[in-house]
T-cell receptor, first 111, second 110 residues
Framework: GESVGLHLPTLSVQEGDNSIINCAYS??????FIWYKQESGKGPQFIID?????DKRQGQRVTVLLNKTVKHLSLQIAATQPGDSAVYFC??????????FGAGTTVTVRA | DVKVTQSSRYLVKRTGEKVFLECVQD?????MFWYRQDPGLGLRLIYF???????EKGDIPEGYSVSREKKERFSLILESASTNQTSMYLC?????????FGQGTRLTVV
């Protein structure tokens, strides 16, 4: 079936560097995408979302890029901080307000 | 801010027990969801509900049921707990597509 997936299960980043987390999706009809951050022992926390009529959206220190041609989604975190260490999930709307999630990328920030 | 509250952070239950996981949201959201989260598998949808007394099966409903008697409350029921239901359970609510999650319940079935 169609699903959302992340390219890499882990990412190690030097503090202060920029992080890029990638996600590939296969449902070309998806019209909404969302990134979540999950810290250890907590539930997923909303970071940023984007609709399919946009290519880019910026938040505070984060940017989401959407490439519909190759069905690719990425989350960029500027000036990565220790507090950014977490598991990051992308999700796509698969209809009827349901979200389909990838397996997640664990980001570790090195001091 | 939206608040989704799950009644327990940690639970330990015995095989065969009937288990209730409770979830309450305070934003008058129509939609509520139950997911389970396992290492390497991400979040998998168990059941969801669009309105009071309405429920729909997700991807992995076997062994579970749900109840939504009030708009703010969505309960997940394990009819007869088994060890393969040991997992992290996450409740979410949404008005449209943007879902907000509770802190999770880590259930261990022994």
């Amino acid at each position: 079936g169609e699903s959302v997936g992340l390219h890499l299960p882990t990412l190690s980043v030097q503090e202060g560097d920029n992080s890029i987390i990638n996600c590939a999706y296969s449902n070309s009809a998806s019209d909404y995408f969302i990134w979540y951050k999950q810290e250890s022992g907590k539930g997923p926390q909303f970071i940023i979302d984007i609709r399919s009529n946009m290519d880019k959206r910026q938040g505070q220190r984060v940017t989401v890029l959407l490439n519909k041609t190759v069905k690719h989604l990425s989350l960029q975190i500027a000036a990565t901080q220790p507090g950014d260490s977490a598991v990051y999930f992308c999700a796509e709307n698969i209809g009827d307000y349901k979200l389909s999630f990838g397996a997640g990328t664990t980001v570790t920030v090195r001091a | 801010d939206v608040k989704v509250t799950q009644s327990s952070r940690y639970l330990v239950k015995r095989t065969g027990e009937k288990v209730f996981l409770e979830c309450v949201q305070d934003m008058d959201h129509e939609n509520m969801f139950w997911y389970r989260q396992d290492p390497g598998l991400g979040l998998r949808l168990i059941y969801f509900s669009y309105d009071v007394k309405m429920k729909e099966k997700g991807d992995i409903p076997e062994g579970y049921s749900v109840s939504r008697e009030k708009k703010e409350r969505f309960s997940l029921i394990l009819e007869s707990a088994s060890t393969n239901q040991t997992s992290m359970y996450l409740c979410a609510s949404s008005l449209r597509q943007k879902a907000f999650f509770g802190q999770g319940t880590r259930l261990t079935v022994v």
